[in-house]
């Protein structure tokens, strides 16, 4: 069974810093590509950022790049977001996804982890 | 980049109707479309994929369709468990992909 299991949210003041982790089992981790998306409270869904099986290649929303860095440790079966300089606006839900595929559906997304919580405020 | 425009934002229906939602891509994205369900305080969760094609577990009174750059997606027979927010998502041409606005889905 495919489980993703996200931590490391909580409370930050703006221009500060975090680290999220999602913590995968269930599957063959380092043969997919993984995603982050969030969810503003009340809003919709907005991909973050991804990191495809393999190589690695990285991938950011204008929205946070140069500000956030996705990585994955394929030996502890684990995807991070490191995310700095964060603003107001970062607040939300964020969760992982997993891909169908390592390279060429990076964004079919088919399980996601349960969420965990960034607010940034004052 | 890739636009959805995903309708009607709300919706409110009784236990055994039929309910449609459709999204709109501003450009062809081929069969490039899922479909999520998003329970309150819940992870959204696979429904559809690849436009028309239904996830392993869930109920057949679910479907999703396409007719160029238009997605329905269809409950044939609302149950009370339906009640969420349905999203689509376009995953042609990433980065980035996209969601639609959501539509919440409510019993009448």
């Known amino acids: 069974e495919v489980q993703l299991l996200d931590s490391g949210g909580g409370f930050v003041q703006p221009g500060g810093s975090l680290r999220l982790s999602c913590a995968a089992s269930?599957?063959?981790?380092?043969?997919?590509?993984m995603s982050w998306v969030r969810q503003a409270p009340g809003k919709g869904l907005e991909w973050v950022s991804a990191?495809?099986?393999?190589?690695?290649?990285?991938y950011y929303a204008d929205s946070v790049k140069g500000r956030f860095t996705i990585s994955r440790d394929n030996s502890k079966n684990t995807l991070y977001l490191q995310m700095n300089t964060l603003r107001v606006e970062d607040t939300a839900v964020y969760y992982c996804a997993k891909a169908t595929d390592s390279v060429s559906r990076i964004g079919d997304f088919d399980y996601w982890g349960q969420g965990t919580l960034v607010t940034v405020s004052s | 980049d890739i636009q959805m425009t995903q309708s009607p934002s709300s919706l409110s229906a009784s236990v055994g109707d039929r309910v449609t939602i459709t999204c709109q891509a501003s450009q062809d994205i081929s069969n490039f479309l899922n479909w999520y369900q998003q329970k309150p305080g819940k992870a959204p969760k696979l429904l559809i994929y690849d436009a028309s094609n239904l996830e392993t577990g869930v109920p057949s009174r679910f479907s999703g369709s396409r007719s160029g750059t238009d997605f329905t997606f269809t409950i044939s027979s609302l149950q009370p468990e339906d009640i969420a927010t349905y999203y689509c998502q376009h995953y042609d041409n990433f980065p980035p992909v996209t969601f639609g606005q959501g539509t919440r889905l409510e019993i009448k």
């Open positions: 990191v495809s099986g393999g190589s690695g290649t990285t």
């Open positions: 269930g599957f063959t981790f380092s043969n997919y590509a």
